[in-house]
């Protein structure tokens, strides 16, 4: 997987990689309206247990998406998706902290432009 798009983390004994696709993306928009409503609603979230269970739902999204591609490209040898519940048998309030880390570098770097800059000084505007 593309080192420069993901965010790793360990879930019990196993690593797992966190991937914003452009099919998770749509998954998180319909679930907060866009990615821009997300860190917000995770800032915002009513109640602890609310908080940890939208943090789950993200982890176990991101955490999918490089399975799924791995299963699209290895259809002999599929491997097992993630679900909420062993993410959150597996985990500790303090290791969810931790992912939110990776869930917010994953985010980044899946949603990060390359600007380059124009090399023709005569191309380039002057503002």
């Avoid at 998770?24 to 609603?41: H, V």
């Avoid at 609310?50 to 799924?68: F, R």
């Avoid at 909420?84 to 303090?94: A, N, Q, S």
């Amino acid at each position: 997987m593309d080192n420069e798009r993901t965010a790793t983390i360990t879930i019990g004994d196993e690593e797992y990689t966190l991937l914003l696709t452009t099919k998770a993306t749509k998954e998180i928009a319909g679930r907060y309206g866009g990615l821009e409503n997300l860190g917000e609603k995770l800032m915002k979230s009513e109640n602890f247990e609310m908080a940890i269970g939208e943090i789950v739902w993200l982890i176990t999204l991101l955490a999918n998406q490089s399975i799924l591609i791995h299963n699209l490209k290895n259809k002999d040898a599929p491997k097992e998706l993630l679900t909420e519940d062993v993410v959150e048998l597996l985990t500790t309030p303090l290791d969810l902290a931790g992912y939110k880390t990776a869930i917010t570098e994953a985010l980044y770097k899946g949603t990060k432009r390359n600007v380059e800059s124009e090399k023709d000084p005569k191309n380039a505007q002057v503002g």
